[in-house]
């Protein structure tokens, strides 16, 4: 998902819907902890767009994005204006 944002590709948001349901049932059921997913979503956010969450959203992004939301946005899309005015 990232690798795709980084690329400037869309991501349905079904997908990311999707990918937080996942991680949500997986630490309901025990496989894993919170701290570990975010620690993973953080080496595939490194990974992608070569720099950290942090850097990109703050020490506090967990505050904007509680658990299990994913911060994947697309870049934003340039805008011109069709008028003069």
């Known amino acids: 998902m990232f690798a795709a944002l980084a690329a400037g590709d869309d991501v349905p948001p079904t997908q990311r819907l ?3 349901g996942l991680m949500e049932a997986a630490v309901l059921v025990g496989e ?3 701290p570990e997913l ?3 979503m953080a080496r595939c956010y490194l990974e992608a767009f070569d720099r950290t969450i ?3 959203f703050g020490e506090d992004w967990r505050d904007f994005y509680p658990f299990p ?3 994947a946005m697309g ?3 340039p805008v011109y204006p069709s008028t003069a005015e």
Do not use: N
Request: aromatic share 0%; charged share 40%.
């Open 18 to 20: 999707r990918a937080e």
């Open 32 to 34: 894993v902890t919170t």
């Open 38 to 40: 975010d620690e993973a």
């Open 54 to 56: 942090t850097v990109e």
């Open 69 to 71: 939301q994913i911060p």
């Open 75 to 77: 870049r934003r899309a």
